[in-house]
Structure formats: C-alpha cells, structure tokens
C-alpha cells in the first residue's frame, strides 16, 4: 500500500498499482495547470470516514510514495478511464480497471 498526501495534512492509503495510475492522471492535469476535484471512497471501518473530495490545483502540494520498490506496469486503458473521469463535471474517481479480453474475432 503506498500513500498519497494532499497538502501535507491529508494522508491516504491506495494500492501501488492505483497510486501508480493516480499520479498518471493527476501529474498530467497538474502540468497543465488544470485544477480539478479528486473523490475517493475508504471502508468507513479503516479511516473513519466513507467518502473523501478534495480539490487538486497546481499551487497545493501533492506527494505519492510507494511500499513497493519496482514501479507497477501500467493499463493505458485504466489511465484514459480515469482521465476521462478527471475531465467530467464529477471530477477525477478511482474507476474499475479495464479488462483486456484481446481483439475482436474476425478484426
């Protein structure tokens, strides 16, 4: 489990491999000077809390570290479904990772 923490107050545990996609998305947003909101859920149990908004800017500070020491592989898939995410009205969401079932018979 890595950690994101959100202007040196907010620490929040994610798998490395939805860190990893994470920081994708919010690295590429923040580069373009692009603010936006970024929603996740916890297990109410773990963290006290069901649901968390924050709003990501360029000017507020963000770091992600990682528990493993190999950067996990990433789903181009996975990145565009959360960038497309990230570009709603809603704004950014962990979404499910896309499968990859191969191409289509007969393509």
Do not use: C
């Amino acid at each position: 489990m890595g950690t994101l923490t959100y202007d040196s107050k907010l620490v929040v545990s994610f798998d490395d491999r939805v860190l990893a996609h994470l920081q994708t998305v919010i690295w590429a947003k923040l580069r373009r000077g692009e603010p936006f909101a970024f929603t996740w859920t916890e297990s109410a149990s773990t963290s006290g809390f069901g649901r968390t908004s924050v709003w990501l800017s360029p000017s507020i500070p963000v770091a992600f570290e990682y528990f493993g020491g190999r950067a996990p592989r990433l789903n181009p898939a996975w990145v565009q479904a959360m960038n497309r995410s990230a570009n709603s009205a809603g704004g950014l969401t962990v979404v499910p990772e896309p499968t990859d079932s191969g191409p289509e018979p007969g393509a």
